[in-house]
């Protein structure tokens, strides 16, 4: 079977943020059996010039959303960057998810060749949708996705390489 644009996207997208809720799970968990409030995360960064843990699933959820959306000429559902728990940080992912769910694959298969537009502070990218998916979508995307798994690693919660990659399919 041939690979399509849909499928190179969505379901690694769909994937990966399960992957992430599982990880926030994991957070929420680990802070109750240390007996430390969970909030402790919503500030953690890796480095100072670096943005904290909820930012970095702010993205991510972004990148994926905005991508199934460029690709699709459609518009992504706009999402408030004001998650102040974990609670609400898998609420993010969730949506992300349902919006991924929402837009068939015929929307967005076919769509290697059409110019996508990345808005950018003062100026914009087009770029073809491939190349757009290749090497600008999925590596943003999984630059934040690592991120967060590191965040949450680096403060102590028990994750490995099966937690990253999540369950065989």
């Not at 994926?64 to 609670?87: H, I, M, N, Q, Y």
């Not at 060749?113 to 770029?127: A, C, F, K, N």
Request: net charge neutral; with cysteine.
């Amino acid at each position: 079977m041939t690979i399509t644009m849909h499928r190179a996207s969505v379901p690694i997208f769909q994937r990966m943020l399960g992957n992430m809720t599982a990880w926030l799970d994991k957070a929420e968990a680990h802070a109750q059996a240390k007996r430390f409030d969970a909030s402790v995360y919503m500030t953690a960064r890796l480095a100072p010039d670096m943005l904290p843990l909820p930012k970095q699933v702010q993205i991510a959820c972004d990148a994926a959303k905005f991508c199934v959306a460029r690709l699709a000429g459609s518009e992504a559902p706009g999402f408030a960057d004001d998650e102040k728990t974990l609670a609400e940080l898998r609420e993010r992912i969730r949506r992300t998810s349902d919006y991924l769910s929402s837009v068939p694959a015929d929307r967005i298969d076919g769509t290697e060749d059409r110019d996508v537009v990345v808005p950018r502070r003062d100026t914009s990218i087009t770029m073809k949708g491939e190349d757009y998916l290749r090497h600008f979508a999925l590596p943003n995307f999984f630059f934040h996705v690592t991120t967060v798994y590191a965040l949450l690693r680096h403060n102590g919660v028990e994750l490995g390489k099966l937690d990253y990659l999540g369950a065989p399919r």
